[in-house]
Every structure is written in C-alpha cells, then in structure tokens.
C-alpha cells in the first residue's frame, strides 16, 4: 500500500490533535502550574517551585491528609466489595438457568442510571427517619443507621449506593467466564471433582486476567470519585467523607487556588501510577495467561 | 456445567434475592414519585400510591424550567455523539486499516490517556476554555468530541476493525479505491453495530456527565437536566414527591435508550473486556 504514512497520519490527525490539545497539553500545563501560585482573584502570579507541595506534605494542610484517609478507606472498602460481589453475582447468571437475560438485563439496568438521580435515590432510600432501609431494619428488628449523616457510617454508606451500579463489571467477568471451555470442566468431573473443585481448579485460574482488568478499572475509577462526595455528601459530616477529588476542585473552583489544586491533582496522579503499577507487577505472580503469554 | 438440582433451586434462589435488591430502588423511585408527601410519610412504608399523583410530575416540570434543560441536554448529546461517531470511527480506521511505520507506537501513547485522571486535565482544560472566552458555553463539553471522540471508542471500534477480512480493502484497492473510498463505502457500512456501540455509550456519557456541566456552565439558562436536577435538590429539600418525580424524568430516558439497545450494549462490555 502506498503513501502509508501520509494517510495514516491523515485519518488519525483528530485522534492525535485531540490527545496533545486535551491531554498532553493540559498535562504539562497543570504540571507549570503546580509550580505556582496561580489564583484566579490575585493580581500576579510568581513561580514558586516545590512549595504547593512542600506545604501539602508539612502537614500544613490537614485537609490534604484528611481526604487522602477518606480516599484510601473508601478505595480499600469498595475495590474488594465490587470485585468480590460481581464475580459472585458473574457466576450465578453463569448457571444454566432459565430467565438468565433477565436476570441479566436487572442487574445491568442501575449502572446506567445517571449519578445525580442515582445519588437522590439513595438519600431518600437511606433518609435516617422516613428513609426505606430504616424502616427495613425497624421491621427486622435490627439497629437502625444514620447512614450518609453520621462519621462512621458514611463512608460505607456511600460505598453501599455505589455498588449498585456494578452491572459493567459483572458483564465484564461475565464474559470472561464464557471464554473458559468446556472440557476442563468435564475433565474435573471425571475426576470426580464437584463445584468447588471446579471453581478452584479451573474457574478461578482462568478468570485471573479479567479479574485483573476489573481490578484496576475499579482501583483508578474508585480513587477518581466526585459526584457522590458533591451530591450526597459535600464532603460531611465533620470531612468523612472529603474525597480526594471532591477537596481537589473545592480548591480549585470555589476557592479557586488553582495553582494549590493542581499539586493536588498532580499527587493523586503519581499515587494512581503507584498503585496501578503495583498491580501490574505483583499479577505476575497471579494472573494466568493461556499459554504462558502475556499481552 | 452440569449442575446437580439443589445447586440450581439455590442459585435460583440467590439470583431472585440479588434482582430484588437491584430493583427495588427503582421501585422505591417509581412508587414515590406518584405519592403525596403524607402517604410518603407513611411509616410502614407503603408501596402502592393512592390515588396516583400524577400531578407531581406536572410539578416538578413546571417548578424548574426543566424544558430547557432537556434542550440543552439534547444539543449536547446530539452534538457529542456526531462528532464521537464520526472521528472516533475515522481515527480507527487509521489505526487499523492503513499500514504505517509507527502506528502501533502512537496507539499505545494515545491509549495511556485512558489511565490518566481526569483530574490532572480539568483545570488547565478550564483555564484555557476561559481565556478563549468560551467559559459558560456548551463548546467545551461538545468540541472535545471532534478529536477522535476519545481512546476508548477509538479502541473499541479498532478492535472491530480488526476483525473485517483484509481482502474487502485489497479487492477495492485493486478496483482503484481510496482510503476514504474504502471507509466510507466498505468499513463504516460494515461496523454498523459496533457504531451504535460507540452511539449508545456516548450518549449515557454525556446525558450522565455532570462534573463537565458543573465546572463549565454558569448560567441557569444553559444548565443540563443533570445539573437542574442537582439544583432542584437544593431548593426542594424533603419534598421527596417532587424530586423523586424529577430524578424519575431524568432517568426515563436511559432506560429507554438502554432496553431498546440492549443487546449492542452487553456486545460492547464484552469487547472492551475480553480483549483489553
């Protein structure tokens, strides 16, 4: 094929145009700007090296160290839930059982539903006086919960909404359990081998890269949280619930420090890489590619 | 899998359980937004309206220019998902069809963007949306769409692409075909459904966005139902009727949107994960 280059070019120049003005650009941009003391309200603005970050990390700013408590808490809470959940609810729709596309179409339909809707819904589910789950566990005779309105429980309470919209990642596993033939299966019951052994042996070895791939979608989606903390919370009470990116733009955009806020941001991503890069690397050890290959 | 009777009365069992608790709040939305506030109040909670107020959508509608939210929501969307469509489905092509030295290597720079928080990019995005005098307009939600409509649809629509039989674009090429022939007789035509795809996911994004409209948007005039809902909220605390009415508005159209394409949506799950 002639002329390649040149029509490859031609036909990915959007693409390419859009990462450098949207992405890169902006990138470097927020890196310059990490570096000084940008204010929206302030006349001049003067560079100022490391000292946004010298003051995030002196402590001099416990807010910062506070949202970033509240971030890993509710990242610790809710990676395993929604990855130990959705594989869970992954293996029953797996079942041969009738009425699965249903099933399955119930289970999808909440992660479709808008975050603002989604995040009214639950106040009003979890209202502490008229709210249903109260009055739930009133019948049940069980302890009642502040739910989004006290210290404790708001973090898990906010982790609770968030799970039902877990339906992307249970089709995500979903799929992968397709993929695993059926004569390993086979092979375990001639064995003699029941479910567990087929869950252990096979199931679970197999489904390691999708498990991968869930985990890490889950582990960056998670530390990125903001319309929970703006809508159900703003960030209360008492900063409990002050996620990382909720603090990142309160800074930016109503107190419009945005040279501060950008240092923020630029932590968030260096803890991201971090964590991404510990998954990538411990999933030698745990992820099982057919074939000894690894993409 | 064969499974013994008494795994799958259990698994039946657990999967009837599990749907109640994922369809309940719907309900719970459904059955509130038809109620007076002292039925609402009821405690036990009660399920069945009586008499349905459909009065509290009326409302809601009238309460807050909700129709001019729909018609900013709409121009967005509309907007967002033409340009997705087109440069997303073009870049693709180049990254998939078209031989060139350092394809693959641009592919995996542009694919790293995926990973990046988006918070890293909001406030120079901003800063520089601002100083173009575009602060408090639709163009930044809109115009980002038209540079390649972002990597993941990009990805999404490559993988299909990859799919497609050499032979179609080398049986063109010796007929004297362009690229641009080959895209937009062979290519396009033939992904049609991994383009509804990339349609439907593009317009649950931008119908569902709100940081976007939050950061970029002042003026009521200009808010996205998104945003209105956001505001109503504030303004109507505990009228639960009413706001379960609006939240009830805003998410209609999903559903809808979401039954009728159903089965391209579970298609694009699977494709972006089973071969990420």
Known sequence: MRKGLWYGLLFTAPAILGFLIFTLGPMVASLVLSLTDYNVFKDQTSFVGFANYAKLFSGEDDLFYKSLGVTFYFVLLRVPAVIIISFAVALLLNMNVKGRAVFRTIIYLPSIVPAVASAMIWMWLMNPDLGLLNSMLEWLNLPTSNWLYSEGSVIPSVVLTTLWGIGSTVIIFLAGLAGIPQSYYEAIEVDGGGWFSKLRQITIPMITPTLFFNAIMTLINSFQVFNEAYILTQGGPNNQSLFYVFYLWRTGFRDTEMGYASALAWVLFVIIMIFTYIVFKTSKSWVYYEGGERP | ?276
């Open chain 2, 1 to 276: 899998m064969r499974q013994s009777k008494l795994a799958l009365a259990g698994g039946y069992a657990a999967l009837i359980v599990i749907s109640a608790m994922f369809i309940i709040p719907f309900v719970w939305l459904v059955r509130s937004s038809l109620m007076d506030l002292s039925q609402i109040f009821t405690m036990p909670p009660e399920w069945i309206p009586k008499p349905f107020q459909w009065g509290n959508f009326h409302r809601a509608l009238t309460a807050l220019p909700f129709d001019v939210f729909f018609t900013n929501t709409m121009i967005i969307v509309v907007s967002v998902l033409v340009g997705t469509v087109i440069t997303s489905s073009i870049a693709a092509f180049g990254f998939s069809r078209i031989s060139w030295k350092g394809r693959d290597t641009v592919f995996a720079i542009l694919m790293t963007s995926m990973m990046l928080p988006f918070a890293v990019t909001m406030i120079p995005s901003f800063l520089g949306w601002q100083m173009l005098g575009f602060y408090d307009t639709f163009y930044p939600l809109i115009v980002p769409a038209y540079f390649g409509g972002g990597i993941f649809n990009i990805f999404l629509l490559r993988q299909f692409y990859l799919t497609i039989p050499r032979d179609f674009d080398e049986a063109a090429f010796v007929d004297g075909a362009s690229y641009f022939q080959i895209y937009s007789k062979i290519i396009f035509p033939l992904s049609r459904s991994a383009l509804i795809v990339v349609a439907l996911f593009s317009f649950l994004g931008s119908w569902n966005d709100f940081m976007g409209p939050l950061i970029y948007l002042k003026s009521d005039r200009l808010f996205t139902l998104a945003l209105g809902l956001q505001m109503f909220q504030g303004t109507y605390t505990a009228q639960w009727d009413l706001l379960m009415a609006a939240s009830a508005m805003v998410v209609i159209p999903c559903v809808i949107v979401f039954l009728v394409g159903q089965r391209y949506f579970l298609e694009g799950i699977t494709l972006t994960g089973l071969k990420g």
